[in-house]
């Protein structure tokens, strides 16, 4: 059994157990927090789709940790110019773990 999720802003399928890190969202570990914007969910070759979002569906998630990704290095570079600029963006996430998916 798996569902289609969205938060963030972004879509994610995730099955009972699975640990994701999505956008940060102000919740303290071992938090529990439910998703209702479930797009989608497939349960023994039954796929109900939802316009936009199914009636009554919840994922259930436990918060793990906080933190930050690795470093993404932006560049600009003007080549014969004496022209260099470096920055660097590191985005927070949250890591949960899913713990049950409804329907």
Not at 48 to 75: C, D, M, N, Y
Request: hydrophobic share 35%; charged share 30%.
């Amino acid at each position: 059994m798996y569902a289609v999720i969205k938060t963030g802003g972004k879509q994610y399928r995730v099955e009972e157990g699975t640990y994701l890190k999505i956008e940060k969202l102000e919740l303290g570990t071992g938090d529990s927090i439910e998703f209702d914007e479930v797009l989608m969910i497939e349960s023994d070759g039954d796929v109900k789709v939802g316009l936009p979002f199914i009636e009554g569906a919840k994922v259930t998630a436990t918060v793990l940790s906080q933190g930050r990704h690795k470093k993404i290095r932006i560049i600009k570079f003007r080549r014969r110019k004496h022209h260099m600029k470096q920055m660097g963006h590191r985005q927070y996430y949250t890591e949960i773990q899913i713990t049950g998916i409804s329907a």
